[in-house]
C-alpha cells in the first residue's frame, strides 16, 4: 500500500494505469463507463485494487454499482468506508 498523496491523487494512479490514460485527463468528474469507457471486468479490476490500497471491506456488487461511476463518487466513498478488519479482530463501534 502506497500511503502517499491524498485519496483523489491515489484514485487517479490506479485509474491512469489500469485505464491506459494519462492522469492529468482525470478529475473528479471523470465517468469511467462514459469518458474512459470501462467495462463491468474493468469496474470489478478497478474494485479490488481500491480494495487493495485503501484497506476497504469487501464491496458489494451492488455497493459498487453505485460508487464505480466517476472518479468523484470513487473519492467520496474510499473517504467514507471503514478500514477492513483483520480475521481475528472486532469492530468496536
Not at 12 to 38: F, R, S, W, Y
Not at 67 to 89: Q, S
Request: aromatic share 8%; hydrophobic share 40%; glycine share 6%.
Amino acid at each position: 500500500m502506497r500511503e502517499l498523496g491524498t485519496t483523489f491523487e491515489r484514485v487517479c494512479h490506479i485509474v491512469a494505469v489500469q485505464m491506459g490514460v494519462a492522469k492529468d485527463q482525470i478529475t473528479t468528474d471523470t465517468n469511467l463507463v462514459e469518458d474512459l469507457c470501462a467495462d463491468s471486468l474493468d469496474g470489478f479490476n478497478l474494485l479490488l485494487e481500491f480494495e487493495e490500497e485503501f484497506n476497504l471491506p469487501r464491496t458489494s456488487e451492488q455497493d459498487a454499482e453505485t460508487f464505480v461511476t466517476t472518479v468523484g463518487a470513487i473519492v467520496d466513498y474510499i473517504d467514507k468506508a471503514p478500514p477492513r478488519v483483520a480475521y481475528g479482530e472486532h469492530w468496536e463501534h
